[in-house]
């Protein structure tokens, strides 16, 4: 047994599938910060639940450095329309109504600060009249930021924050949100680095930390009932953190989720969904590698789900790709393709059998090139990227 969870770029080498009791694994994580794209097409998939492949086409989503805010996508629909994507996701700006100034809503949610619905309804207002035709697909993004609190502290501000931001999603029409559970400050999912770890136990933070996910997936839904709740990661990551089971959760930096998503799953009612966005699939080349993932996210980490008919009832798999995967140490280059990650026509093969595979979403993420700018045009993207994610979408793999 080790007590070091491996790194994502590892898991991108190699995966195991291996069994072992509820919440009783290890591991080490480190991110690469980003995000992605969502794909969809309209393709079924004979392992895929039946309530998602049959019934749902697959979408495409932007999601990138290049993120707008509703006054950008008030302005730019045009623009963004001529892409590849049915919609993207982005975030939300408060408004104060005495002219105070603003504030980040997707930044500060997970904190004391309480938001109000007259803060929103300028970006709301924004978003309403922008005029999209078939860019619908859009994602409101929920961080949980800044997250200096405790588990055992007061939960009211988030709870109220997580009722209004899917409450925006359902009056701008979109799907529902992007909860991204990346710890960009406070580690809220590291039981190692909770307040009170010297005197609680993994097993009282785990119960304490489910009892959120009822919480505030009870919050997403009061809302926006039969909300579409997209992660960057569900289970899949402290699974892989926990170099599948061979570990204990509460040694991951992650262990932590596992048991916040039971409280979500337990809670989630009527047409309500989870996506797990599978993000450790970034840098996917063996295009194999998307139906071993599936299977893990469908059946090989069940070990670590509370309960597993409820989790194939309300969760969908996706996956995600990086379109400068490792660009700090591989460079982005515009002119000699062979010298990034992906080649365009590795990335159209990866985009493609990701397409295949997922049960709606598929998403691909990026940092240097730009789908979209305030000038009005792409920015280093060559064309011959926009035309492989082009041609995987029209050409899905058999």
Known sequence: MTNECPNPNDQWQSHTHLGFGHWSFTGHWRLVIGHSFLLAVSFGLALAPATFAASRAKKLIEFGWDEP????MHDHAAEMEKTPFDGCVFHVEAKKPDGGGKGSFTWGSWGPRVFTEEELRPALAELKTAKFRRFTQNFLR????????DWFDDYAAVLT???LAAWFAREAKCPGILFDIEQYEGQLFDYRKQKDVKTKSWERYAAQVRQRGREVMTAFQKGYPGLSVFLTFGYSLPWTESHAGKGALADCHYGLLAPFLDGMVETAKGRSRLIDGHELSYGYKDTNRFAI?????????????NDSAKYHQVFSFGFGLWLDQDWRKNGWDENDFSKNYFSPEAFEASARQALAVADEYVWIYSETPRWWSKEGKPVKLPAAYDAALRQARARPSK
Do not use: G
């Not at 805010?69 to 950008?72: E, I, L, P, Q, V």
């Not at 929920?142 to 609190?149: E, G, I, V, W």
């Open 161 to 163: 924050n997580a009722q």
């Open 293 to 305: 993932a599936y299977r893990t996210m469908k059946e090989d980490l069940l070990p670590i789900v």
């Open 69 to 72: 805010d509703t006054a950008f």
């Open 142 to 149: 929920f961080n949980t930021t800044p997250a200096k609190l």
